[in-house]
């Protein structure tokens, strides 16, 4: 890990005096006169780094598997744990409603119960985008993507109404009406004891949407 940390910093001090590099934002505001970009990466050298130099796999289940981990944090962090005793588990938290630390203390089965309820289904998928599809950047990359495939973008699709949900779900449009077929339009509102029994001499036309005889 020192030889490749060094390998590294080398790399970027010869590169940076052949040709300046193009620094990010938020290093860049860092850097003044008296704070060089070579005082930065001397910086870096009092950082431990933690390099794996696997070889490349093949095995895809093995690589979903090993990247799953990092998917989704854990439900308590290690670190949190106080003490346990055999029977209680004791813990920190962060309260956000007060925004303090507070310690909790629960018998062994009832921090397993709790804990065992951030476990997800069976193929329960943890991360619907990622990429330039995630929704924090796909207003901002996605434009770009399509710009580079010379695509064009697709304009947004307003939400289905209530209406065309049910008419897609289950074959029958609500705000139609079942005796006419014409559209159906609010003109009032009754509030108190409906004359329900006046209905109820039609239910099975109703229920069969057959027309009412007149």
Same mark, same amino acid.
């Given at each position: 890990?020192?030889?490749?940390?060094?390998?590294?910093?080398?790399?970027?001090?010869?590169?940076?005096?052949?040709?300046?590099?193009?620094?990010?934002?938020?290093?860049?505001?860092?850097?003044?006169?008296?704070?060089?970009?070579?005082?930065?990466?001397?910086?870096?050298?009092?950082?431990?780094?933690?390099?794996?130099?696997?070889?490349?796999?093949?095995?895809?289940?093995?690589?979903?598997?090993?990247?799953?981990?990092?998917?989704?944090?854990?439900?308590?962090?290690?670190?949190?744990?106080?003490?346990?005793?055999?029977?209680?588990?004791?813990?920190?938290?962060?309260?956000?409603?007060?925004?303090?630390?507070?310690?909790?203390?629960?018998?062994?089965?009832?921090?397993?119960?709790?804990?065992?309820?951030?476990?997800?289904?069976?193929?329960?998928?943890? +991360?619907?985008?990622?990429?330039? #599809?995630?929704?924090?950047?796909?207003?901002?990359?996605?434009?770009? /993507? !399509? @710009? %580079? *495939?010379?695509?064009?973008?697709?304009?947004?699709?307003?939400?289905?109404?209530?209406?065309?949900?049910?008419?897609?779900?289950?074959?029958?449009?609500?705000?139609?009406? +079942?005796?006419?077929?014409?559209? #159906?339009?609010?003109?009032?509102?009754?509030?108190?004891?409906?004359? /329900? !029994? @006046? %209905? *109820?001499?039609?239910?099975?036309?109703?229920?069969?949407?057959?027309?009412?005889?007149?």
């Amino acid at each position: 890990m020192p030889i490749w940390r060094y390998k590294v910093i080398a790399l970027f001090r010869k590169i940076h005096r052949q040709k300046p590099l193009i620094i990010p934002n938020t290093i860049q505001k860092q850097l003044n006169p008296l704070f060089t970009f070579n005082h930065f990466l001397n910086k870096l050298y009092k950082k431990h780094w933690i390099v794996d130099c696997a070889k490349p796999s093949t095995d895809h289940k093995h690589n979903v598997t090993y990247l799953g981990g990092y998917v989704k944090r854990p439900p308590i962090a290690e670190s949190k744990l106080r003490h346990y005793d055999g029977h209680e588990v004791s813990f920190s938290y962060l309260d956000h409603t007060t925004k303090t630390c507070k310690k909790m203390t629960l018998t062994a089965e009832d921090f397993i119960g709790r804990f065992v309820q951030h476990i997800p289904d069976v193929n329960f998928r943890m +991360i619907r985008y990622y990429g330039f #599809l995630a929704n924090r950047v796909r207003g901002k990359l996605l434009p770009l /993507v !399509h @710009q %580079l *495939l010379e695509q064009k973008s697709e304009a947004e699709q307003p939400a289905p109404i209530y209406a065309e949900l049910m008419q897609k779900a289950f074959g029958f449009n609500p705000l139609t009406c +079942i005796l006419c077929g014409s559209p #159906l339009v609010l003109s009032r509102a009754h509030f108190g004891q409906s004359n /329900v !029994h @006046q %209905l *109820l001499q039609y239910h099975r036309e109703l229920a069969l949407l057959k027309k009412i005889p007149t």
